[in-house]
């Protein structure tokens, strides 16, 4: 086998190594599945920053601390 | 000299293939300024009098039966109609915490095998036969999952699967399975200014979904902003659609998502020919500054084909939320929640 032949084998084997790297990287899912990240959620419908949010009118509007449906949403510095 | 040119040629032809994998059909995103064609309709108001709606928000009909759902009746959610005459039947689906009472209806499934109503406050999925109307009777309740956190809407995937978009901002939407588990979860949120997917996100791009068996097409389309979604479950392409208004905006406060932006679409159908949406496009300033009375829906319905090219934009003379299309009769028929009489009846143009 004479050297052409060898460096291409060589660089078929390192492509084809990047292409089936390639179709893993693909086929990863993310998902997470953590109750700790339930109860960091459920904290932080609690509003940390010192302002209140307020659910206004019927709606189609999901509101995010009363869980109904509203027609606005707005916020306000409690300080005011 | 010959030798390694040909070398040379083969791996620009790798390269070319490999770019070729990372550029599949997955994830095209696209803007669209316009519809092509542009008409306005005028609605017949179908008198429905023996009933009072407070707000209807959902419209549907199987066979002979319709049924609207209103968000906040006092007393039931579903109010039963002949199809298409609306002559009033009788009203179910009783509001209260009770076992068989429901807390907070989200939207409903009318099939051949009855009728299915999401409550996202007990977090189930009820199963009611409708053999007589009169009597509807649950005849399964699927809890869901908790790592679904919250269910805002859902469609049938098959004869006892659902799809039900996340709540969480780590995907899109999940298939369900009967027992109400998470089967598969699937896709992200496409946004471009926010990265990073969590439940902030996700309320912001809380969406509205549709999903036709038939060629195997789930739209979703976002209550704030203007996008479309259109998922093939069978060969798993996705197509993104941004109209003018942009994708969802929001302001963060304390984890919550408050909207700012506008209100964008309310609801969307699935047919066997295209994707039918309504679409508000008002923003919350003017919501927030509107006087006494005030107006409340959409009064847009975009037609799309089943990619995502739009096709109509149809301007009405009421401002609904809800939609029932019959492509073979051509007829919309349309909740407006303004109106003491609030079913109106289109007749489709194309």
Known sequence: MNAMNKKKIIVTGLMTMVLLFFVWLKKQNNMVENDLVLLNIEALALNENGEYVTCLGIGTLDCPSLHSKVYYIRTFNGKK | ?350
């Open chain 2, 1 to 350: 000299m010959e030798k390694n040119k040909s070398l040379s040629w083969y791996c620009v032809v790798y390269c070319l293939f490999i770019i070729s994998i990372g550029c599949n059909k997955q994830n095209v995103n696209l803007y669209y300024n316009s519809f092509a064609t542009d008409i306005s309709l005028f609605g017949k108001t179908l008198g429905t009098d023996s009933v009072m709606l407070r707000y209807p928000f959902r419209i549907k009909h199987q066979d002979s039966l319709a049924i609207i759902m209103d968000l906040h009746h006092p007393d039931y959610f579903y109010h039963a109609f002949t199809y298409p005459q609306f002559r009033y039947l009788t009203s179910f689906g009783k509001r209260g915490q009770a076992p068989e009472e429901i807390l907070s209806a989200e939207n409903i499934r009318l099939t051949e095998n009855g009728m299915w109503g999401l409550d996202a406050n007990k977090h189930q999925i009820t199963n009611m036969s409708m053999q007589d109307i009169y009597q509807p009777v649950n005849v399964k309740e699927t809890q869901l999952d908790k790592e679904l956190i919250r269910a805002l809407d859902f469609a049938l995937y098959d004869d006892s699967c659902f799809v039900i978009p996340d709540y969480s901002g780590n995907h899109r939407f999940h298939i369900i399975d009967k027992n109400g588990n998470i089967r598969s979860s699937h896709g992200k949120i496409p946004s471009r200014k926010h990265q990073k997917g969590n439940i902030t996100l996700a309320q912001a791009w809380r969406s509205f979904i549709d999903y036709n068996p038939e060629n195997h097409t789930l739209a979703l389309v976002t209550q704030l902003g203007e996008v479309l979604e259109i998922y093939n479950l069978k060969d798993s392409t996705h197509i993104v659609k941004i109209g003018p208004y942009g994708e969802p905006e929001y302001n963060e406060s304390g984890g919550m998502a408050i909207p700012s932006g506008i209100m964008g679409f309310s609801d969307v159908q699935v047919t066997d020919k295209y994707i039918y949406t309504v679409f508000h496009g008002r923003s919350f300033k003017e919501i927030a500054q509107q006087q006494q009375p005030m107006t409340d829906g959409g009064q847009y319905i975009y037609v799309f084909s089943l990619e995502g090219d739009p096709l109509y934009k149809y301007t009405l003379d009421h401002f609904i939320y809800g939609i029932d299309v019959n492509e073979r009769t051509k007829e919309i028929y349309t909740v407006d929640v303004n109106s003491n009489q609030p079913v109106v009846k289109y007749e489709l143009k194309y």
